[in-house]
């Protein structure tokens, strides 16, 4: 055996040595720079677990709401275009034959509830409440929720076929202060219905909790209140319980899906329709998620800055332990045992601050969900075992990836260098080679090509930018470099202060934890500000588009506009004698249905442009068509009817200028002919828009969704607006500049979380900076107690670290401006296209990247100074 491997001591003594004389002791004096590593990794952890926690609540709220009444169905039956007809019922049953299976129709529409015009959006079910009760014999023995008899309880027969009374749940009777037997007053359409709730249903804990939105009728009462006699919007199959219930639904549904398949009708589960819904907000959630990993990516930086600071401190422990016979083996894994231990603390604490900051998060998140995608209730926010056991995984290898450096220096220093001064640099030797950065600039701006990736769910994934991105932040971290002289030679040439031009030597050869300083900072910056060109580029699409839509002088729409899911319409008696209205000139009218074409849905819009106008409306086109006039949608082309779809639509049913559709309408499929794309920024689901005389023949229904108004020239619009509204006051009535920054708010509402983000790793950032100048001070005491020989005081040499600081920060703030101008770039132009279908005009925000320069350099600069006097109190200045 090796004479100096016997000498070394035994691995229990070593172990308690190393615990007691590295992490313990030094945890012990220096408790605040301890806490501040665990809160950072905590805070890391906390923002990726919130996001992913909130947009899990702000989703599964969504369902069949009659999942909370009766259960869940086995399958459920809809048309792809418009409603049911009650005849279908017949067909059904003749179709099932002998199988015994349960068939509940049901009747779904908007309705709104509020004063004023910000109205809350409700959803009334109807559903058969006799046979409703009966699904109590359709729950393997579990009680119904509605069976028992909330309609018993209510006054039995009293309650069928009435559109006057209906059943709500406890969370609606709560958020709006009713109780059983009050009456409240709702919008349906453009109509006021006074509603007696007439029972509150009960909860089970074994199935959805009843929404706050959910209003249950008769199915009858609620076909006479929406004036569709026998309209339903879909039919529910369960299958009775038994020893044969799996073969009998099986058998049962396979016949039923051939006669589906043969009628034109979607046949699909639950759980099929529900994924085919809340895939919809897929690409929102997914660049939220990615995006929340910022704060952890930036944290990991400052943990690794961090740990080495602390390899600094601890040296002369480390070649003291070295002289005595501990191994680098031992010594490396004593501070992996340090990297553990903290990225389990900090990600338990991360765990638990992420369940909070999810819970204030989740309504933030869920309004924008039923703003532009569906209606969703939020949830109560759920944590389980598995993303407990995930986030403390990511933590720790967060925090092992962070300290492997250190480990390294650590175990490498020899004995005898250390005690005299120590290993200076540090940092990554990795950022010292600018032809690797070069590389991975030039493969990051290469995997801009590469398409997108479609899951099984449809939801469109920008494998190609989100590549782009990772290699562009790893190449600017090494390419940052380059910077520091033009920078030192800056600071140097400014004035003649000493202490400056001190500051600039020191940046003028930048150290390895310089280096890496200026990458953490440049990441945290160029994140940041490429999110900034983001927002400033969709406000100045969206302003543009608002500007160029938004062009009558009044809206008019029913209650609960501003949802994407209103399905609440202006019937033709209504908008008529709104045309008629004193000082209206002309109007145009749009007329909105969800249509689905495959298993995929969309919008159908029937347009009807004012032709008498100057004004008439006028899209934002991607590719034009040859008469982008409003009769140009009127004429047949062949055999096809014409028609304008939204650059999401054509880029997620791969159409283009020229394409043919089969569109599917409750009057047989209609072959349409792409004649012109559109930019629509309401949603990205799609948008088809054919002439509204087409759609009233398709789907039977003069109604229209939303007028916009042309005044007289000598017309005032207040006036007009207040005798539309004094006529109609269930409608929403806005003037143009209303409804523009009604516009404007619900787009930063979407990007609030956004924000938080960017001022986290900012945050992150700085404060990596102090760390790291610690480290470096730390480094050159003999170089301060130098300076201090020479007559530089401690407010001197603290001035010093100061524009050291200022310094870095100038480098990592450069280098994240160009680095935000290529990410911004990838977002715009790569990850925004594929994932939501939008083209962005590219903007930069030269007011907010000065306002973030400045923070980051007056906060750098406070930091700094407050390290360097903390640091210049040597043991000369104790003793005199």
Request: proline share 4%; glycine share 10%.
């Amino acid at each position: 055996m090796n004479p100096e491997a016997r000498q070394t001591p035994g691995d229990a003594t070593v172990s308690r040595l190393l615990w007691s004389q590295i992490i313990w002791r030094h945890w012990k004096q220096e408790p605040r720079l301890t806490a501040v590593l665990v809160g950072i990794l905590a805070l890391g952890v906390a923002v990726f677990l919130s996001i992913h926690l909130a947009n899990k609540a702000a989703v599964s709220g969504f369902g069949m709401f009659t999942e909370s009444i009766a259960g869940q169905s086995d399958a459920i039956l809809r048309p792809r275009a418009g409603m049911l007809d009650e005849a279908v019922l017949l067909e059904l049953r003749e179709t099932a034959g002998d199988y015994a299976i349960g068939i509940f129709p049901v009747l779904e529409i908007s309705a709104a509830i509020g004063e004023g015009e910000e109205k809350d959006l409700l959803r009334l079910v109807g559903a058969d409440l006799v046979a409703l009760q009966n699904a109590a014999s359709y729950t393997d023995g579990e009680s119904s929720t509605f069976g028992g008899g909330a309609v018993a309880s209510s006054g039995g027969d009293s309650v069928l076929g009435r559109s006057d009374v209906g059943f709500v749940g406890a969370a609606f009777a709560k958020r709006f202060d009713v109780e059983q037997g009050e009456t409240v007053s709702i919008v349906v359409n453009d109509r006021a219905v006074d509603l007696n709730i007439k029972g509150i249903l009960p909860e089970d804990p074994n199935r959805v909790p009843v929404p706050d939105h959910l209003v249950l009728l008769d199915l009858p009462g609620l076909q006479s209140l929406a004036q569709a006699e026998t309209a339903i919007s879909r039919v529910e199959f369960r299958a009775p319980p038994g020893p044969t219930k799996d073969q009998m639904k099986k058998d049962a549904l396979a016949t039923i899906w051939d006669w589906s398949q043969e009628k034109g009708y979607l046949l699909e589960t639950p759980s099929d329709r529900k994924s085919s819904v809340t895939k919809m907000s897929g690409a929102f959630r997914l660049n939220l998620t990615i995006l929340s990993g910022l704060a952890l990516l930036v944290g990991m930086y400052l943990i690794l800055q961090a740990m080495e600071a602390a390899v600094v401190k601890r040296r002369a422990e480390i070649a003291t332990l070295r002289s005595l016979g501990v191994t680098p083996k031992q010594i490396r894994r004593a501070w992996i045992l340090e990297g553990v231990l903290l990225g389990t603390v900090g990600a338990l604490i991360g765990v638990f601050l992420g369940r909070l900051l999810a819970t204030a998060m989740v309504g933030a998140i869920a309004k924008t969900v039923n703003t532009l995608y569906y209606r969703t209730t939020t949830t109560a926010v759920t944590l389980e075992w598995r993303e407990i056991v995930f986030c403390l995984a990511f933590g720790l290898i967060a925090s092992l990836i962070a300290v492997a450096i250190p480990a390294r220096d650590a175990s490498l220093t020899p004995p005898a260098h250390a005690i005299r001064r120590g290993t200076q640099g540090g940092g990554l030797s990795v950022l010292r080679k600018h032809g690797l950065g070069l590389i991975l600039v030039g493969s990051g701006i290469a995997s801009t090509w590469l398409p997108s990736w479609k899951t099984t769910s449809g939801t469109s994934v920008p494998i190609g930018g989100y590549l782009a991105a990772v290699l562009l932040v790893f190449g600017a971290s090494i390419l940052i470099g380059i910077l520091f002289r033009p920078i030192a030679r800056m600071l140097r040439h400014s004035d003649g202060d000493a202490m400056r031009v001190h500051a600039a030597s020191q940046l003028a050869r930048p150290e390895g934890r310089h280096r890496l300083t200026a990458a953490g900072l440049s990441v945290a910056i160029g994140m940041s500000a490429a999110m900034a060109i983001l927002v400033a580029s969709f406000e100045t699409t969206l302003t543009s588009w608002i500007q160029q839509l938004l062009r009558a002088d009044i809206y008019v729409a029913p209650a609960g506009m501003s949802a994407v899911t209103n399905e609440n319409a202006v019937s033709e008696p209504t908008w008529r004698a709104i045309e008629a209205t004193p000082g209206v000139a002309g109007a145009d009218k749009l007329r909105r249905y969800t249509v689905s074409l495959g298993n995929a849905d969309f919008f159908l819009g029937g347009a009807d442009y004012n032709t008498g106008s100057e004004r008439y409306l006028q899209l934002m086109w991607q590719d034009a068509p040859a008469d982008t006039g409003p009769r140009s949608l009127v004429e047949k082309i062949d055999d096809r009817f014409p028609g304008w779809i939204s650059e999401s639509m054509a880029r997620r049913f791969q159409l283009e200028k020229g394409s043919r559709i089969d569109l599917p309408t409750p009057d047989g499929e209609k072959p349409i002919s792409v004649t012109g794309i559109f930019a629509e920024y309401g949603n990205e689901t799609g948008t088809l828009i054919v002439a509204r005389e087409l759609t009233s023949q398709w789907f039977d229904d003069n109604s229209v969704s939303n007028l916009a108004l042309y005044l007289d020239e000598k017309a005032e619009p207040e006036k007009v607006l207040e005798a539309i509204r004094e006529q109609f006051p269930t409608l929403t009535v806005q003037t143009n500049a209303r409804l523009r920054s009604e516009s404007i708010r619900i787009f930063h509402q979407t990007f609030a979380v956004t924000y938080a983000l960017e001022a986290i790793a900012v945050i992150i950032a700085v404060s990596g900076l102090g760390l790291a100048l610690a480290g470096l001070l730390l480094e050159r005491k003999s170089e301060l107690a130098t300076l201090k020989s020479l007559g530089a005081s401690r407010s001197e040499i603290a001035r010093g670290a100061m524009w050291e600081g200022i310094g870095l920060s100038l480098v990592g703030f450069a280098g994240g401006i160009i680095l935000s101008f290529f990410l911004g770039w990838v977002l715009i132009h790569v990850i925004n296209p594929q994932s939501f279908g939008w083209t962005l005009t590219y903007r930069v925000p030269w007011i907010s990247f000065l306002a973030l320069g400045g923070i980051t350099i007056a906060a750098a600069a406070i930091v700094a100074h407050l390290v360097g006097f903390k640091n210049a109190n040597l043991r000369s200045d104790t003793r005199e």
